[in-house]
């Protein structure tokens, strides 16, 4: 696996080593080892699975607050997305930040936000299926999110006119939303 930094701390772009002949292919998207090597000593606790029927649906931009904080690694099985992360730790020098990542079943890009960060995504393909591993359990009572068009942040999205659902239309902005993440958690 290959392991790229990015700009902003912490947050990780993934290559994996790609097996492929005939048949098919074989690849390792996870090994704690590896990935402690690189840095990221994370246990994760839960794997989830979204799947969109459409293209140009966005989910997020979404985190949990203290102490639910989720750092997660994320991959796409098939078709397509814009994954964006947004730098929400109150000490780092890049707070309010965010870079977005195309991943897809073609290139088997994956990419490792820690926690302190809101993500978000929006599939450039019908029939994309993403899938995400985080270090702590989903909490309602602790989830929270930032508007996908908040003028702060300036999203270059994929489109103007995303589908969203009711809860991700209505989310606050980031000047609402105190910064509430150490910079030291990982």
């Not at 998207?29 to 994370?42: D, L, N, Q, R």
């Not at 029939?127 to 508007?147: F, N």
């Not at 009711?166 to 030291?184: C, E, G, M």
Request: glycine content about 6%; charged content about 20%.
């Amino acid at each position: 696996m290959e392991f790229i930094a990015t700009d902003i701390d912490g947050l990780m772009k993934i290559q994996p080593v790609v097996h492929g002949d005939r048949r098919g292919f074989f690849l390792e998207w996870y090994s704690h080892a590896a990935f402690e090597k690189a840095g990221i000593a994370c246990r994760f606790v839960q794997d989830n699975h979204s799947y969109s029927q459409e293209a140009g649906v966005l989910r997020g931009l979404h985190f949990q607050t203290p102490p639910f904080t989720q750092a997660k690694l994320i991959r796409v099985t098939q078709g397509g997305i814009f994954d964006v992360a947004v730098d929400l730790r109150a000490k780092s020098p890049t707070f309010g930040r965010w870079r977005g990542f195309e991943l897809s079943a073609a290139n088997f890009t994956m990419l490792f936000i820690p926690a302190g960060f809101a993500h978000g995504f929006c599939t450039l393909q019908p029939t994309t299926h993403v899938e995400y591993k985080v270090d702590a359990p989903y909490t309602p009572q602790h989830e929270s999110g930032i508007i996908w068009n908040d003028p702060q942040l300036a999203v270059s999205w994929p489109t103007a006119q995303p589908v969203l659902s009711p809860k991700d239309a209505h989310l606050p902005l980031l000047r609402d939303t105190p910064p509430l993440f150490s910079a030291n958690r990982q």
